[in-house]
């Protein structure tokens, strides 16, 4: 009898003290500590048909930024109340009025807090970093803070490999002993507060290095006939240099034209490179390769040479129509601009739609085209390279001749009228010869006629005579 007055109790009282369950709000706490600013979502549900409506709390009128809506699921209505930008601490009531005419309601306390961190970064050769995380929060009552473990990831430090190394001080900081690069990241500090069921967790960062190498380097320029040129970059910062490469244009020295030119001191990484040439002028890199850094630092030097541009094989002979084009191949680092003269005016290529400029071996306006070429443009051609970073350019002509389309021709047609001339005078005077040759025969036949006969007469008779004499 009395275990079933003691049961009766506790069934009254279980359903006295969950009649709530009507409506629920997750998470399924009574106080929560929210990071200001931040987001957070609540949802309300009930299993009773009804209207779910929220009360939250306001300063001024002002709440913190939600977004709020309604749906069914499973046969439940639910509420969830987005909070995007967590500013306005206190209770947070969801409300259902059922069909029935019920009013049910359950509360979750929103506490806002405040972080104050330091999140250092990691530097080679420290002795040791320390992460803290302190937090201050909305309610009067003083903040007690019961315990702090610090995790990375999902792991307890005191879990981690290097377990010895991480250590909590006095006011809850972690302290990182020898740190190595391989520590940097995200850690979080779990706190749990007295008097709040789940603990606030602080995600404090232990930072990338930003490594400033200051390096100091060369200043190598080509020069004619230089023995050679020497290229350096130095590092002040006290890091053991494991290995340092060379590169040019991403290209391994070794991988360059005659790389037995090229030489790198073991002592202190200084590439030479023996008789330079113009083209050996560029951006070189130095990469660099540090004990405990895992990744390369390079360094970039650059190996300058004045504009030079390279002469033109020879004048152009053109014929009108043809097209023209002009080739200005350039040296030199950094880069010139190169520009175009035609006796000694810059060649405007807006005013004319036949010419045409492009880019040759990566220098803009280095092929000069000109179509439908007419006598106008005949003239001295001037490729002017200017290098802004030496003050200084170089200037290449070329002589350019156009020709009537009939050029060609023209010797040809002349030897043709020569020969027709010649042949002409030849033919006339062949012709007059034979004319007087002629009329001096008929001449001479009609004077010396008889005696012509007689001669014959005679020789026929010697002739006829002679055998019989
Ligand atoms: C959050 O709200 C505060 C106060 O209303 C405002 O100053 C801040 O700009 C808001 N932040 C964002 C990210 O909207
Ligand atoms: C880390 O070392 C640098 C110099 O190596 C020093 O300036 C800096 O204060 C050190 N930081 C810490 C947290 O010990
Ligand atoms: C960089 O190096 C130069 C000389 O090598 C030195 O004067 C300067 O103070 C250095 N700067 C830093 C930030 O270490
Ligand atoms: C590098 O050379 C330029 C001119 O050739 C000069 O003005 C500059 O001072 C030089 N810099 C160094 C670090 O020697
Ligand atoms: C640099 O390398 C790129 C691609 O590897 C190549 O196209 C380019 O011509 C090279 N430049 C020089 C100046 O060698
Ligand atoms: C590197 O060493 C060579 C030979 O010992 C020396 O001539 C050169 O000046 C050095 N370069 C630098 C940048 O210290
Ligand atoms: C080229 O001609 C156009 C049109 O007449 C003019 O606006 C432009 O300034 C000229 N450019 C040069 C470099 O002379
Ligand atoms: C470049 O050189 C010219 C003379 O060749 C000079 O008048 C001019 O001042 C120089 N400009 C600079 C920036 O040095």
């Known amino acids: 009898m ?61 709440s913190s930024d939600h977004l709020e809506k309604t749906i069914s699921e499973n046969g439940q209505r639910r509420s969830i109340f987005e909070i995007t930008n967590f500013t306005v601490p206190g209770e947070m009531h969801c409300e259902i009025n059922t069909d029935g005419g019920n ?40 903040l007690s803070i019961e315990k702090v473990t610090w995790m990375r990831g999902d792991k307890a430090v005191s879990a981690l490999p290097e377990s010895g190394r991480f250590q909590t001080d006095s006011s809850n900081s972690l302290v990182i002993d020898d740190p ?70 991403d290209t391994h020295i070794s991988k360059l034209e005659n790389p037995d030119r090229f030489k790198v001191n073991p002592e202190n990484y200084t590439l030479s490179i023996d008789s330079p040439k113009r083209e050996d002028a560029g951006l070189y890199i130095a990469r660099f390769t540090f004990e ?75 092929r000069l085209v000109i179509k439908n070429i007419e006598f106008s443009d005949e003239g001295e051609y001037a490729c002017h390279a200017f290098s802004s970073s030496f003050n200084q350019s170089d200037t290449k002509t070329i002589t350019v001749r156009v020709k009537d389309k009939l050029a060609a021709l023209w010797p040809f047609l002349g030897i043709v009228c020569e020969v027709i001339i010649l042949c002409t005078i030849i033919f006339i005077y062949e012709k007059r010869r034979n004319k007087r040759a002629e009329q001096e025969e008929n001449k001479a036949q009609e004077a010396d006629g008889p005696s012509m006969e007689k001669k014959d007469g005679l020789r026929h008779r010697g002739n006829s005579g002679n055998p019989g004499a």
């Open 2 to 62: 009395a275990l079933f007055v003691q049961l009766t109790i506790l069934a009254l009282f279980v359903t006295l003290s969950y009649g709530n369950l009507e409506v629920s709000i997750t998470p399924d706490v009574n106080e929560l500590l929210i990071k200001g600013e931040s987001a957070q979502v609540l949802k309300c549900s009930s299993s009773e048909s009804g209207t779910l409506t929220w009360s939250y709390p306001k300063v001024n009128g002002v």
């Open 103 to 142: 009013t049910y309601t359950d509360t979750i306390k929103l506490i806002l807090v405040e972080e104050r961190k330091v999140e250092p970064t990691y530097q080679y050769g420290n002795k040791s970093a320390i992460l803290s995380c302190s937090i201050a929060w909305s309610e009067s009552k003083p």
């Open 180 to 249: 190595k690069r391989g520590d940097i990241g995200l850690y979080t500090a779990v706190m749990k507060v007295k008097g709040v069921q789940t603990p606030y967790k602080c995600e404090v960062s232990f930072k990338e290095e930003k490594l400033d190498l200051n390096f100091s380097k060369s200043n190598a320029t080509y020069v004619e006939k230089m023995e050679y040129a020497a290229l350096s970059c130095t590092t002040n910062i006290g890091l053991e240099i494991k290995n340092v490469e060379w590169l040019k244009n």
């Open 292 to 366: 405990g850094l895992p990744e390369p630092h390079d360094c970039q030097v650059k190996f300058k040479c004045p504009p030079y541009v390279m002469d033109f094989t020879k004048s152009k002979n053109l014929i009108e129509k043809d097209k023209m084009e002009l080739q200005c191949r350039v040296l030199g680092f950094p880069k010139a601009v190169v520009t175009w003269l035609k006796d000694d005016v810059p060649l405007n290529v807006s005013l004319d739609e036949r010419i045409e400029l492009h880019t040759l071996d990566g220098y803009k306006n280095a």
